[in-house]
């Protein structure tokens, strides 16, 4: 296998974290939840072997794509094949109890349920370190098998989560998943399995469910086969003293896991800062002091950067304090004519435009390089969640996923533009639709639209 030196990439991978940078992967941006549960639902009706999931939240009133039912069907199905379904499921502790509405979190309801479907499924239930969460969102297909895959992204089981690109209204989420195949989805199995045999519940009565769920897994011992050009790295935020068992992947290096991981901030500066021409991020949340740094050096050096937030166009962030408030170091880079902060709106039922939630957590760098993940960029993602993201450097893909986000978010075909003409173009239609839309003009050129440019 080889380890790529970071020395050999424009925008450099970390040297440290669990897993190593690996060449020969395939790479498939699946932007939006219908596209991405069809495929993934696809891959668990075609498993020969194994379905292995990890799960922040899941709405009972989830359902997946093309008439598959609640994700627990699709699951049931799988089991009913003999297929070795494995889920670790979040359980919130006191501090974050306000979550348990929307989690699959053990009470005595949801064991009910389980009895009820007789499931078939084996289930840990896993605690983050207080306040804080298990937020990892991961599908692994055939773990083991030559052709296994693997699903990371930000996309939780919730109804707003199912719409297709370019179809979102009223209430809908806009989110990512990557599909992967090659070297790297061994990083992604051994992380399940580091999870699954350390689970905090799993000793607990009340703490595992299913015939064999107590019974640990081994951990990955070789790599698969090399299947496309992209140099990846999978990353993680991990709470130091959650974990203890730090032994190497296949042909990585141990790891002191008990002092916990926090990669996915290292590459995040590591990327910002290495930046040359453009920066194009889509996240629920900026506002760790080293990363909006890390944006005011990447502007200074005239890098072409967006942002794309959760915005509302009737001017929310204008006046609510405490959205502001939490925004004031992204507002005042409005002084730079290269920046945009940016929301996007579809069209709701009454014909005005209503926000549309962005729930994804990706970073675009150079048409180069990007990683999408569950990793959001404030303190609890960066510094305390249990989080996973897929880094990756490959310019074809990164191209291409490039022009499917900004053909959705801006009606225009950019493919034929490079990196910093697209998000030009980006911030010339968005604000033309921020004009619109205050003349009261709702007919928009796709859903982008420009969220605050001054202090």
């Known amino acids: 296998m080889d380890i790529v030196p970071v020395a050999s990439i424009a925008i450099p991978f970390i040297q440290s974290g669990s897993y190593p940078t690996r060449c020969g992967n395939l790479v498939r941006p699946l932007i939006d939840g219908e596209p991405a549960f069809r495929r993934i639902c696809e891959l668990i009706e075609a498993a020969r072997r194994s379905v292995w999931v990890t799960v922040t939240f899941m709405w009972q009133a989830c359902e997946m794509p093309d008439g598959r039912g609640t994700p627990f069907d699709v699951l049931d199905r799988a089991a009913a094949r003999g297929i070795d ?7 919130p502790d006191e501090e974050t109890a306000w979550l348990r509405h929307n989690a699959f979190w053990g009470s005595a309801t949801h064991i009910e349920l389980l009895n009820r479907r007789r499931s ?6 896993d605690r983050a370190n207080p306040g804080f969460c298990q937020h990892q969102k991961s599908w692994l297909i055939d773990a083991g098998a030559a052709d296994e895959r693997a699903f990371v992204g930000g996309i939780n089981l919730n109804p707003h989560s199912m719409v297709a690109p370019g179809h979102r209204g009223e209430g809908h989420n806009h989110d990512v998943y990557l599909e992967l195949a090659g070297p790297s989805v061994v990083d992604v199995h051994h992380n399940f399995v580091q999870r699954w045999n350390e689970a905090s519940e799993r000793l607990a009565e009340d703490g595992r469910w299913g015939m064999g769920c107590e019974l640990n897994l081994q951990l990955p ?3 698969p086969a090399e299947c496309g050009p992209a140099v990846v790295q999978i990353q993680r935020t991990m709470h130091s003293g959650r974990y203890a068992d730090g032994r190497a992947t296949p042909e990585g290096a141990p790891y002191d896991i008990a002092s916990g991981e926090r990669s996915n901030f290292e590459q995040y500066c590591a990327a910002i800062l290495a930046a040359r021409r453009s920066i194009y991020i889509e996240n629920q949340q900026i506002d760790v002091p080293e990363i909006v740094d890390c944006l005011h ?3 200074m050096r005239g890098v072409d950067v967006v942002l794309l937030v959760p915005s509302d166009p009737d001017g929310a962030l204008r006046i609510q304090p405490e959205r502001r408030a939490s925004l004031k170091p992204l507002v005042e880079f409005g002084i730079f004519d290269n920046f945009m902060l940016a929301g996007i709106a579809g069209m709701g039922v009454d014909g005005r435009r209503k926000s549309v939630y962005v729930h994804s957590k990706l970073m675009l760098v150079d048409d180069e390089w990007a990683t999408v993940g569950s990793c959001n960029l404030h303190r609890f993602s960066l510094f305390g969640n249990g989080e996973m993201n897929v880094a990756f450097s490959d ?6 996923f490039r022009c499917e986000l900004l053909q959705e978010h ?14 030009r173009l980006f911030r010339k ?3 033309q639709n921020r004009r619109k839309f205050e003349a009261g003009d709702h ?3 796709g859903l982008a639209f420009e969220s605050v440019t001054r202090a």
């Open 429 to 431: 239609i968005a604000r």
């Open 297 to 299: 050096r990447a502007l």
């Open 221 to 223: 011992n070789h790599v």
């Open 410 to 423: 801006l009606d225009q075909d950019t493919f034929g533009m490079d990196d910093r003409s697209a998000l």
């Open 443 to 445: 007919a928009w050129q």
């Open 395 to 400: 310019s074809s893909t990164v191209h291409a």
């Open 85 to 91: 379904v494995r889920i670790i499921f979040w359980r």
């Open 120 to 125: 078939g499924v084996k289930i840990r239930w």
